[in-house]
């Protein structure tokens, strides 16, 4: 079997989660990464009615033969069936319900007025606005880890996320409570897809399928159906214990229409029926639903009108970044306006517990050196991991957070001596948290960043606004560029975390922050800053 599934990291566990179910039952089991076409994808999108967003390249490829079965997330599958294909099996459902993940561990009753709170999700809004209207809610976008980082040490005091998705990715220790609110339709549940004629898959699919899950999600999902609800409007639902509760809200808070019925066949369009006689259609527009978010929804932003072939500088080596750059369709022009240089001509180490490495220039600059990494090895993130491995080291740790503060979070508590070599310009937050979990620090700044010998065409075409964009990887990055070449009236300029756009507010130049260091998030973040008002 060939189970197609999309590149992010929770559809890579919860495809995994099924393979390994069908394999525990003897089948051969392949696991197939699905990713966007381009153009040729764009077409069947725009013309293929019911395929969704989230599901539309992996329903593409079912139907073209490419694989056999494709796994969901069912509250992202719209209502309406798509030809040739069948939902086979809807395995038993992981929790149901929306979880709250706070900077201080405070439940939604305990955080103070005036708390950020983000999430995407209308229905999410209107319900807690409901709960605690002295809350200020934020629209966010990305996947859990992006969303997540936006909590302490970030802009938000709190996030809203489905509770399913962080237990399959092990996170349910971010969870500080499970929320009292009525979930989306089919939230928590997978969906199991392959093509209507294949009876054989069809027969083996059986043994992934629970009864009382396909009852419950069936009449969620009926609600939905018979109310057209559209997916930006406020519209709840959920069967459990017996019965179907459903619930339509304004998004204001201030009003709602609510019932609940015995979960049968059936429930669902009771509830709706009765919503509607409650005057739902009153409370919100039912058929609501919001601009395009295809970048967020697929693995790369092909689909994105009026960001293929934009012009974007990133003044730095070609790698990871510059090529889930062009992988979003965007035409990058990679050359670093810096240079290393070794401050030293070699470097003892000593011995230690543990050694932290923050960049893969570190790791570059180690080796011209000649010098060798003691104890075991962290890695702030997974591009320098990368390199150390490449060195031929075993790399021990990688936090989920791509930062200094987030391998604090995650490293262990001493006593212990930790080493830490690096850039004379590294912050000294990373050693300052080691210290206060007990650990000796050990900082060897080993280089320092110069400006670089950066083309003359290059700088006129810079300078000439022909890029849309630049991608400003560093404080010392942003000085070099405001030195040497100036800032074009119309480049957005897009900042790698907040110290790098503090520096830049300093110089006067306003700028976006992407939500995370990694590659995919800001390739992503820059295709919606350059798609800004192209869309």
Partial sequence: MKLGTR??????????????????????????TIRTRGDHERGSL??????????????????????????????DLPVETVPGL???????????????????????KALPAGTRVGTGSPRRVAQ?????????????????????????PGDLDAVVLAAAGLRRLGLAGRITE????LPAPGQGALAVECRADDDSLIAALEVLDDAGTRLAVAEERAVLAVLGGGCAAPIAALGADGKLLAGVYSADGACD???????????????????????????????ASRASRLAEFHDDADLWPGVRGRKIFLPREPGALSEALASCG???TAFPVQTPVALVNEVDLGQAAWSVVTSARTVE????????????IAAVGKATAAALESAGYAVDLIPAQASGMGLVEEFPEGPGKVVIPGSALSKQDLPDGLQRLGWKVGVFPVYAMEAAEVPAGLVAAWRAGEFSAVVVTAGSVARVIDEHMGWPEKTRVLAIGQPTAKVLNELGVAASVSPAPDADTVARAAVELVGKGNA
């Fill in 7 to 32: 590149a992010s990291t929770l559809a890579l566990t919860q495809s995994s989660w099924v393979a390994d179910r069908l394999r525990s039952h003897g089948h051969e089991v392949e696991v197939v």
């Fill in 46 to 75: 725009t013309t293929v009615s019911g395929l969704g967003v989230f599901a539309a390249e992996l329903r593409s490829a079912l139907l073209r033969g490419e694989v056999d079965l494709a796994v969901h997330s069912l509250k």
């Fill in 86 to 108: 069948l939902v086979a099996a809807i395995p038993e459902r992981e929790s149901p319900y929306d979880a709250l993940c706070s900077r201080d561990g405070l439940t939604l």
């Fill in 128 to 152: 807690l606005r409901a709960l605690r209207p002295d809350l200020v809610f934020v629209d966010i976008r990305g996947n859990i880890d992006t969303r997540l980082a936006r909590v302490a």
């Fill in 178 to 181: 499970e929320l009292p609110i």
């Fill in 257 to 287: 229409a609510r019932t609940e019925v015995p979960l049968t066949a059936g429930a669902g369009e009771r509830a709706a029926t009765r919503l509607l006689e409650a005057g739902a259609a009153s409370v919100t527009q039912l058929n």
């Fill in 330 to 332: 965007l035409e990058v």
């Fill in 365 to 376: 600059i180690l080796q011209r050196l000649g010098a060798r990494l003691p104890g075991r």
